[in-house]
């Protein structure tokens, strides 16, 4: 059993690191061994391992590196490789991000970099990070900066939060006042351009109407013509197309494809030298609808853990196509059934018109004769015969005015109508729609 010396005392707690700490042979390091450290050193190394907060140290010339419980999550997979690792060593990929505030630290003058934006190789690949951070000189006993003191927050959850919310907002923002399916397409292929960090490519694929084969109707960050984005796929041949869109038709399941530019050959895909590490297809399925009327293509960033937030994100993204789909598709229907009712109001008016004209040609006949008899007087009607006669020309002048009225009607419903008479002006006031009907 090991006894823990005096002059260790300071190391005592500290959780897991303050035991790592203190199972390191310091002496092999340029630190040297713990009885030699400066009292400065001792102090700051107390402080930073009793901290909750996430803190590294960088000390003397060669800048070695100790950390606390909080900070080795953020080392990834350089842990514990990077306990007494030289700091610039270490973070030699954010370099070109935090160099400038470590070397103005070294002179003395503290740092401060909030929400920075950087790439860390710490999980075997360059990921886009972001952190808030200050690099805080330490004086020694000399009185000159013996180390450096960095307390660290990582933003990265925060920042890709934020930057997804925006895409998916100007999506639906945009996509939402289409008008066709084809207008969907279109401005989401331009809106998510802007979002090429979180979608380095993105594909719209739409069913055509004998479901036999789909064609591209938008895309982005994958050049036209490349074997990744040919503009047709045959889905009765899903051996030659690159996406599988015949198994995500049939199981209406999201499909992922590894790694698959090492197949397609190289592409110049998205902001990064490094293409997509992986592609999902996922299915656009509008309400109601008994299989999928497209697929969205959408490639993941090469610089980004693929976890369960992106794969949400993703997830939302082709709902929100989805959603304005299908409002497309409704204003579609809701135009064409507007199309065939003014086509039908067209053809009632007409009908309107022409039998308005034949009713009045034999009912002037009619009325001209029966006119003439009763005001004959020559002629010596009974009076049974001229009663029945004056009943017809009363309701054959009713008939008239009907007929009159309902001519005026198709021309008030035609945009036809001048000087009308009382009735026609309170028709073309009114245009009531249905008033023959109510005859």
């Known amino acids: 059993m090991s006894v823990q010396r005096p002059e260790h005392d300071f190391l005592i707690g500290g959780g897991a690191m303050g035991r790592l700490v203190r199972s390191i042979d310091w002496s092999a390091t340029p630190l040297g061994a713990i009885e030699t450290w400066p009292q ?50 270490c973070w030699a990929s954010a370099w070109p991000a935090i160099g400038d505030a470590f070397e103005r630290a070294l002179t003395g003058e503290s740092a401060y970099l909030e929400s920075q934006r950087m790439f860390l190789d710490r999980h075997g690949y360059l990921e886009e990070t972001f952190f808030t951070f200050s690099f805080s000189p330490i004086r020694d006993e000399s009185g000159g900066v013996g180390g450096l003191f960095h307390p660290v927050t990582e933003m990265t959850g925060k920042i890709l939060s934020e930057r997804r919310t925006r895409a998916l907002r100007d999506l639906a923002a945009r996509t939402g006042r289409a008008k066709t399916i084809e ?22 694929y739409v069913l ?5 084969q789909v064609r591209l109707l938008g895309g982005t960050g994958l050049p036209p013509g490349c074997p990744a984005r040919p503009e047709t796929i045959a889905l009765d041949a899903p051996e030659a197309s690159p996406w599988p869109l015949t198994s995500t038709l049939r199981s209406r399941l999201i499909q992922r494809v590894d790694d698959p530019f090492a197949r397609l050959g190289p592409v110049p895909c998205g902001p990064y030298p490094e293409p997509p590490k992986a592609m999902l297809v996922l ?27 992106y794969r949400a994100f993703l997830e939302h993204m082709a709902r929100t196509v989805t959603a304005s789909v299908a409002s497309a598709r409704a204003y579609e229907e809701e135009r ?7 086509a039908l109001d067209r053809a009632k008016t007409a009908f309107f018109s022409n039998i308005s004209h034949e009713f009045r040609t034999p009912l ?76």
């Open 283 to 309: 299915p656009i399925l509008p309400p109601g609808a008994d299989r999928p009327m497209g697929f969205v293509v959408a490639g993941v960033s090469s610089r980004l853990p693929f976890d369960d937030m």
């Open 336 to 342: 064409r059934r507007a199309e065939a009712l003014a």
């Open 364 to 439: 002037t006949l009619m009325l001209g004769p029966v006119e003439d008899a009763l005001g004959d007087t020559a002629a010596r009607l009974p009076a049974a015969q001229r009663q029945r006669l004056e009943v017809a020309y009363r309701n054959a002048l009713r008939l008239l005015k009907l007929v009159n009225t309902l001519l005026d009607f198709s021309r008030v419903e035609a945009g036809r109508a001048q000087g009308l008479g009382p009735v026609s002006r309170t028709l073309a006031a009114r245009r009531p729609s249905r008033i023959w009907l109510t005859w």
């Open 40 to 89: 400065s050193l001792r102090t700051t190394v107390s402080l930073c391992l009793g901290s909750n907060f996430p803190i590294s140290l960088a000390w003397g010339p060669e800048h070695i590196q100790i950390y606390n419980d909080g900070y080795w999550p953020i080392c990834g997979g350089k842990h514990p490789g990077s306990i007494g690792q030289n700091f610039r060593e």
């Open 208 to 212: 055509d109407a004998d479901g036999a």
């Open 183 to 204: 207008d969907v397409f279109a401005l989401a292929a331009e809106t998510l351009t802007d979002y090429d960090l979180d979608l380095p490519c993105v594909l719209f």
